[in-house]
């Protein structure tokens, strides 16, 4: 079974900030970010935590349908380019 994860620390949020999933907080400001994909699952995690805490919470959307390793490196870098534009939509295969 194949896995792969990224994390990037110190994402800036955009004006409206990060909406959490199942009724969880925006996050603003300074935000580390991290995906988990499986190939098992072909899913994709990502979660999303103020810089330096020790709580993940999910992005809303997430887990979302992925089917390669490639796929899940080119969704994390999209969820980095749309939290900085301050993009409060859920997360979704499309993103």
């Not at 909406?19 to 995906?35: I, K, M, N, Y």
């Not at 999910?58 to 301050?86: F, K, M, T, Y």
Request: with cysteine.
């Amino acid at each position: 079974m194949s896995w792969a994860s990224w994390t990037t620390r110190g994402v800036f949020a955009g004006r409206d900030g990060v909406r959490t999933g199942a009724g969880g907080p925006v996050l603003t400001g300074e935000l580390d970010v991290h995906t988990t994909w499986t190939e098992a699952e072909a899913l994709a995690h990502v979660t999303v935590q103020y810089s330096g805490a020790s709580e993940w919470l999910p992005l809303a959307g997430s887990p979302v349908a992925c089917p390669s390793e490639d796929a899940s490196r080119n969704l994390h870098d999209a969820v980095i380019h749309a939290i900085r534009a301050g993009h409060v939509e859920p997360l979704t295969s499309d993103t």
